[in-house]
Structures are given as C-alpha cells and as structure tokens.
C-alpha cells in the first residue's frame, strides 16, 4: 500500500466519489442473493473523443461484458480498446466504462451479465467467492480483457443462456443454479484471461489509486465513520 504514499487526491477525483456513493446509495440497500441480469445490448452511438470518464456508466455489479456482433470501441476510464466479436471483458464493480460504434453506419452488440457477487456465495462460502473474482483481474487493475476462439465464445454464451433461461422461468431452486452457472462462468473467464496477453496501454497516473479508494468506499459503503481523511489513511496518501 506504500505505493500510494506520495499521491495526493484531486478535487474533482473526490467529487466523483461523492457522486458514486449518491448513484449506489438505493441500489446498495436493495442488494440481495438474487441480483443476476443478463441481456444483450445494441450500441449505435458512435464515439467522441471528446467523451469523458464522467458520462461513462458507472454499476455496482460486477459485470461480464462479451461482443457477439459487429465491431467498436470499449471505453475502459481512459484507455479506449478497439473491440469486435469474440472480445471479452470483465469489469469489477465501480469501474466507469462504455461500448461504442466506431462510425455512424456500424453497431457492436455486446452480452452482458452484470451480478452482486452475493449471487455466487453461498453456504458461507464468502472468501472463495471473491477469489474467484479477484483472480481474474491482475496488476491492481480491476478489468480484465481477453480474446476468444469460436469454441471458447460458444461455451460462455451457452453458459450466459442458461442464466438467462434460469432468469426468466425461475423454476424450482433456480438461484442455486444461477449461482452454479456463474461460477462455472467465472472459473471458464479466469482461464480464458490466464492466457490472453496483458493489455500493454499506458495507464495515467493515479489509475492504481481510483480503484483504491472506490474498493475502500465499497468495503466500507455503511459505515457512518468513513471519511477522506479514512480513506486516505488507509491508503498512505493525503486527503487534499
């Protein structure tokens, strides 16, 4: 954690948080075991440079993210990736991000299944849970990106159609077996981002520190004592 001891926040990075804790506030609360969606999405708008970090989506979920059709750009805070099908990327929860076409006559269709992580811990099984989800993400940075061939593209959007299919009839003991399909998911992501090459775009500075201090407001969302000056003890660095 000594990393962070020589940065400093920013006052519209501090901003930011304040506005995060507003946006998750009502959902946080309504939180529960059974929070799973899944959905396949059709992005038309076509992106801007002129996008900032500010008018990306912004979820408490964790989300999977994998492009089925067309092609475009995914907007990850600021890195941009060129996208197309078979791209797959995960998103912890927190993480500001986007999906847009790259020209006015393109569109990218993107599956997604977007999840509390409560969804896949069940009979107390709350550090395994977590560690399947950690173990995706790497270098403190927590997306991940990885490309995959038809059979692996075919077996995960198999998988995310039994969610679906759990999801929309909710037959008998149908959260145990969503909270089974996702871990299946989870461990099948984890191998697949094992092997996929590191995204080698150049990271601003303070990137490692964002995703600190939204992971310390996640951990400690109900906690009336939490503070900047909590946070930034926390964390080695100064509240101003």
């Avoid at 679906?164 to 871990?183: F, H, I, M, S, Y």
């Avoid at 995703?211 to 906690?223: H, L």
Wanted: with cysteine; hydrophobic share 40%; proline share 2%.
């Amino acid at each position: 954690m000594h990393f962070f001891k020589n940065t400093v926040f920013t006052e519209g990075f501090l901003y930011g948080i304040m506005i995060l804790e507003e946006l998750w506030g009502e959902v946080l609360k309504k939180e529960d075991n059974n929070c799973v969606f899944c959905e396949t999405e059709v992005i038309t708008e076509k992106y801007g440079e002129a996008v900032s970090v500010a008018e990306l989506p912004v979820v408490p979920q964790i989300e999977i993210c994998l492009v089925v059709g067309g092609g475009g750009i995914c907007r990850a805070v600021n890195e941009v990736l060129e996208c197309g099908s078979g791209d797959l990327f995960v998103f912890d929860s927190g993480v500001p991000h986007g999906f847009f076409a790259s020209t006015d006559a393109s569109e990218v269709r993107v599956l997604k299944v977007s999840f509390f992580e409560k969804a896949i811990l069940k009979r107390g099984d709350e550090e395994g849970g977590r560690e399947l989800i950690d173990g995706i993400f790497s270098d403190r940075v927590p997306y991940a990106v990885a490309v995959l061939n038809s059979a692996a593209m075919g077996e995960l959007c198999r998988i995310c159609g039994l969610i679906r299919n759990e999801l929309e009839t909710r037959n008998k003991n149908w959260e145990r077996a969503v909270g089974a399909d996702l871990t299946r998911l989870l461990i099948l992501i984890g191998r697949y981002v094992s092997l996929a090459d590191v995204v080698s775009a150049e990271r601003p500075k303070g990137w490692s520190l964002a995703y600190a201090v939204i992971g310390e407001v996640n951990r400690s969302y109900f906690d009336s004592s939490l503070s900047l000056g909590v946070i930034a003890e926390r964390l080695y660095s100064s509240p101003s």
